[in-house]
């Protein structure tokens, strides 16, 4: 109580008794008493007279202000006018009391602490709830994942900022754009009806997406919703699994390759016992007989037998030579350089001057040419060498005019690169073996099975594609080959078609 007044005092006191209040007092009487009550007595409230000596209410009130804001300050003072009581209100105090009239005090002093209690609690609240959202901001911000609030199933109303680390935007720039222009088109209809059910109160978790990056790739995200109970929103949150699934990818290719490689080795297992056995077995078979004329002095079948066994001869190291470069070359890594396709098709011509029936083979080379090819030259030789070589081995030159002909296009985007000969072709029924291991089309065939096999497993590396035609000579009216929108012509007779994209 702040009182210079004894009398006054009193009454008040007497007041406060009257109403079976329990309380304590503590008077001081001026600013020097004042100010060392409220610091020792900390009270529950401070009842204050207007007018003292050198002091009054209002310096008094300052001070309550300034460093005791949740004691309620309670005016109780003679006569004053209502535009002062009023300021007095305004300025902070909690009631005002005429000292004629104490009989509302008691009543006024509880109103004023409750009512204090109430606003210091709904502080508390506030502030506690001021630290919950600046804790959960803090963990929205600093998140890894993406928490985003869509409107109506396809407007971004609020992104996080994790989504400038993971999709490379800043969050203003998605701020009220449509979902569905960043998704990618096969997700639309998924995405459709998970916002159906999500705007129905449905609960749904773990469904992938895939969304625009700002440098224009895709992003695998997971994404977990919830509707929220406000409004035709849901809740999203995004985690990037860009990551995860090209290691599910990289694993999935490796049990592919590694499915393959068994085959291979079950293929090469079979052709270890028939393919390089056979020759070993043709040439034990010619010693023996040549050992049986060494015997008899006779040499009548000397020259056949060492032709055998040289032909026997060739085709075991025709077999170990690709199955040896196949080992050693089909994981190395690929070396791009320009590739001069005249330059190669007129070096393995070259080279295979001396094959059985190439004099009698018309070779023919258009070159096509709007820019440099660029690709692995050593692979791209391996590839024309099989199928240069294919074509005048398997060529027939009991026709009119046997030819090889040889059409390279190169553009801006790939090679296409077409071999295609008249010669004794494939039937229809063989053809989608052609590029198994070990495989031979036609009993005149005395190859390893191991050319076609190489080169498809190259332009597999090239990322590119081979297929094979084979029309018999019989057919006179024949159908268009549809080639990367290109009509291209068939020829009557027999012909093989291979196609390299890099």
């Known amino acids: 109580m702040l009182e210079d007044n004894d009398d006054d005092a009193g009454l008040i006191e007497r007041a406060l008794k009257k109403s079976n209040l329990n309380f304590t007092i503590l008077r001081a009487s ?21 007018s003292l000596p050198n002091f009054n209410s209002i310096e008094a009130l300052n001070i309550c202000k300034k460093d005791y804001r949740e004691v309620p300050f309670i005016l109780v003072t ?45 502080q508390m609240a506030i502030e506690m709830l001021k630290r919950s ?83 224009n790739s895709w992003r695998y995200l997971e994404c977990i919703s ?40 079950d293929s090469f297992v079979y052709s270890a016992s028939h393919d390089l056995r056979a020759p070993l077995k043709s040439l034990l078979g010619l010693v023996k007989l040549t050992q049986i004329e060494l015997q008899q002095k006779t040499f009548e079948s000397f020259d056949v037998y060492t032709g055998l066994m040289e032909k026997s001869i060739l085709r075991l190291d025709d077999t170990i030579q690709k199955v040896i470069y196949h080992s050693s070359h089909s994981r190395l890594e690929v070396i791009n350089q320009e590739v001069d396709f005249k330059f190669i098709v007129e070096d393995i011509q070259d080279k295979l001057l001396f094959m059985d029936g190439n004099e009698s083979i018309e070779k023919i080379l258009n070159i ?31 026709k009119p005019n046997p030819y090889l002909k040889i059409n390279i ?22 053809l989608n073996k052609v590029f198994n291991m070990f495989y031979r089309a036609t009993e005149k065939s005395e190859g390893s099975g191991l050319g076609l096999y190489i080169v498809k497993e190259i332009v597999d590396k090239l990322n590119g594609n081979i297929s094979v035609i084979s029309i018999p000579d019989n057919i006179t009216e024949l159908p268009y080959l549809i080639n990367e929108e290109d009509y291209r012509p068939l020829p009557v007779f027999r012909f093989s078609f291979y196609t390299i994209k890099s």
């Open 30 to 50: 001026d600013r020097i008493s004042y100010v060392q009550h409220l610091q020792r007595f900390i009270p529950n409230v401070i009842l204050s007279d207007h």
């Open 409 to 430: 296009t190169i553009n801006i985007k790939e090679a296409i690169i077409v071999v295609e000969d008249n010669g004794i072709g494939i039937e229809a029924e063989f």
């Open 226 to 265: 919830k509707p929220d109970s406000i409004g035709n929103n849901t809740i999203v949150n995004i985690r990037d699994i860009t990551e995860r699934k090209k290691a599910e990818e990289e694993l999935k290719a490796k049990n592919k390759e590694l499915e393959k490689i068994n085959r291979e080795l």
């Open 368 to 398: 096509d040419k709007e820019c440099p090819f660029i690709s692995d030259l050593g692979r791209v030789v391996v590839i024309m060498n099989n199928l240069i070589s294919n074509g005048i081995k398997y060529g027939d030159i009991s």
């Open 133 to 215: 959202e600046e804790h959960f901001r803090k963990l929205i911000e600093n998140s890894s994942d993406i928490f985003a609030i869509i409107k109506h199933g396809r407007l971004i109303d609020y992104l996080s900022p994790s989504v400038k680390k993971i999709l490379g935007y800043n969050p203003i720039e998605l701020k009220q754009k449509n979902l569905f222009d960043y998704l990618h088109p096969e997700d639309h209809t998924k995405a459709e009806k998970l916002f159906s059910l999500l705007l129905n109160h449905e609960d749904l978790h773990s469904v992938e997406f895939r969304l625009m990056h700002k440098n």
């Open 78 to 122: 003679g006569t004053v006018s209502e535009e002062f009581a009023v300021q007095c209100i305004k300025n902070g105090a909690d009631d005002y009391i005429l000292k004629g009239n104490l009989t509302r005090l008691p009543t006024a002093i509880a109103n004023a602490i409750r009512q204090r209690e109430s606003e210091n609690e709904k």
